[in-house]
């Protein structure tokens, strides 16, 4: 079975440019959530998906960063316009059931550098 | 508010030391649970154990144990007889067993870099 898998690997962009983050969740996984680590901080959680819909999005850092999950399968992260302070690994997870003991399985994360 | 600290920034150890991660959490729920995930030098965070916050039981996987206290807040992993390729980033992460936006976010420590040196 394939685990959560996000592309691009590494992004470097401009101040002002836009980019935008994939995650493929596991095939069956109704949550999704993104997480993000901004450099010698902590895995900090910007937001959670139940199929299509935003379940908790208090994370989201401001009105730069948009998340959607079109058809609940994938989820695309936009940030625009970047700014420094956004660069970091963005990590997206996905798990089965809405519920605090269901395991969260991570992806590679996506390594954001913003110039 | 929910908080995970994991005092250790880093740990270098010998091959075939035994090693622990200290973790501490701090959380006003009664029922929670508990995770250690692992970074290798690839990057992805790979799931190692999840304790609900009723079962205090110590938990054993091969060179891998897992120390649960509910009186001093710790959930303390060790490594014996570490190897070379235990060498990564070790994440412990908490989450509440009811959330009244239905989120079940993580909230995670820093994370503690081991390296296994030869």
């Known amino acids: 079975e394939a685990g959560v898998t996000q592309f691009p690997s590494h992004s470097v962009i401009e101040k002002g440019q836009t980019v935008t983050l994939r995650c493929d969740p596991i095939s069956g996984h109704d949550n999704l959530y993104w997480y993000r680590r901004v450099m010698g901080k902590e895995i900090k959680f910007l937001l959670h998906?139940?199929?299509?819909?935003?379940?908790?999005e208090s994370g989201m850092p401001n009105n730069r960063f948009l998340a959607e999950r079109t058809g609940g399968t994938y989820s695309t992260l936009k940030v625009q316009p970047a700014e420094l302070e956004d660069s970091g690994v963005y990590f997206c997870?996905?798990?089965?059931?809405?519920?605090?003991?269901?395991?969260?399985?991570f992806g590679p994360g996506t390594r954001l550098l913003v110039l | 508010a929910q908080k995970v600290t994991q005092a250790q920034t880093e740990i270098s150890v010998v091959e075939k030391e035994d090693v622990t991660l200290d973790c501490v959490y701090e959380t006003r729920d009664t029922t929670y649970y508990l995770f250690w995930y692992k970074q290798p030098p690839s990057g992805e965070l790979v799931f190692l154990i999840r304790?609900?916050?009723?079962?205090?039981q110590n938990e054993i996987s091969g060179r891998y144990s897992w120390n649960f206290q509910k009186s001093t807040s710790s959930f303390n992993f060790t490594i014996t007889a570490s190897q070379v390729v235990d060498s990564a980033v070790y994440f412990c992460?908490?989450?509440?067993?009811?959330?009244?936006?239905?989120?079940?976010?993580?909230?995670f420590g820093k994370g503690t870099k081991l390296s296994v040196i030869p």
């Open positions: 997870a996905s798990s089965w059931q809405t519920s605090g003991q269901e395991t969260q399985y």
């Open positions: 992460a908490l989450s509440e067993a009811y959330s009244g936006a239905g989120s079940y976010q993580l909230t």
């Open positions: 304790r609900n916050s009723f079962d205090e």
């Open positions: 998906f139940v199929k299509e819909s935003k379940q908790d």
